[in-house]
């Protein structure tokens, strides 16, 4: 941890925290609450990087061990999963179809053969390329909501993390919120941003057009 803020104030029905950490699903973390204590703030606290560490247990694409690499080992038959891999599963397949293959969890793939080619000093080929864009079209898996089960429908490398790492900081804001005696919480993981309270919360966003880090914000 970088550092921790405790404001005080006369007489506050709710006190300021801030804490910082990095390599927290490989960039920063910035934790803010409100809360009616500094005990409970560092309750909700560790309540976040808790909640953290779980999903990233079930949807790290870089660990033979997550739950995500584990279901990806099986094919064509319903496998129990966790309720959070389910929903995930089904939303990716549901923006799939809705932007028509824009966005592709599959696309892994065709990333793969691009490194490939490059590691080579030349071009994927053409057909083969074609080929494999029809290969990953789709449907890529069944999911099962209600009874929490995916079956996994063709043999292609997937990863969500288009879709990961903005679940986690939803879960992780929400399960803070829902603790008594915090009024508001924003977690900030690189960037994904979830604000969960009564406040009006003031975020900075980065000059697109200025590539200086130090550029003011917007």
Known sequence: ????????????????????????????????CRAESRQIAESAEQIALTEIDRLSAIFNAFSADSELSQW?????????VSSELAELLFFAEEWRIRSEGRFNPAAERITRLWKQAEQCDSVPNAKILATQADEIAGPLWKVDVPNSTATRCVDHPVTLNSFAKGFIVDRAALAVRSLPGVTDVVVNIGGDI??????????????????ADNAPHL
Do not use: C
């Open 1 to 32: 941890m970088i550092r921790q803020l405790w404001g005080r104030f006369r007489k506050p029905k709710s006190l300021p925290y801030l804490s910082h950490y990095e390599h927290i699903l490989g960039t920063a973390l910035e934790f803010r």
């Open 72 to 80: 990806q080992q099986t094919l064509r038959k319903p496998v129990i």
């Open 194 to 211: 979830r604000h969960a309270g009564d406040q009006g919360v003031r975020t900075a966003i980065a000059d697109p057009f200025n590539k």
